[in-house]
């Protein structure tokens, strides 16, 4: 599988951006897909993650109630809706498929795959 994250941009704080991640080969329905980002001189941390039939959504605290996650499978693409974005989440976006469900969406060791990344910048 090869994933291609795309939609990143500048906007103002408050402003929205949508994230996609696009992916190739036919069994990416099957794979639970996370989102990541890293923001300068830090840690990769989790963003939100989605199963692969979409029923099961899960975010970070620090996103919830502001980011939703989705995906079309039909499509192989996930998607990232990003609303009342704030500076502090300004970071490079990565997306990353897992091809077997270790019960841990949230390290991105259990994740097989990753895209390049997107920017994701936010001003004050």
């Known amino acids: 599988v090869q994933l291609q994250a795309s939609g990143g941009g500048l906007v103002q704080a408050g402003g929205s951006l949508r994230l996609f991640c696009a992916a190739s080969?036919?069994?990416?329905?099957?794979?639970?897909v996370g989102w990541f980002r890293q923001a300068p001189g830090k840690e990769r941390e989790f963003v939100s993650a989605i199963s692969w039939s979409g029923s099961r959504p899960y975010y970070a605290d620090s996103v919830k109630g502001r980011f939703t996650i989705s995906r079309d499978n039909a499509k192989s693409t996930v998607y990232l809706q990003m609303n009342s974005l704030i500076p502090e989440d300004t970071a490079v976006y990565y997306c990353a498929a897992m091809k077997y469900y270790t019960g841990n969406y949230v390290d991105e060791s259990s994740y097989n795959f990753w895209g390049q990344g997107t920017q994701v910048t936010v001003s004050s």
């Open positions: 080969g036919r069994t990416f329905s099957s794979y639970t």
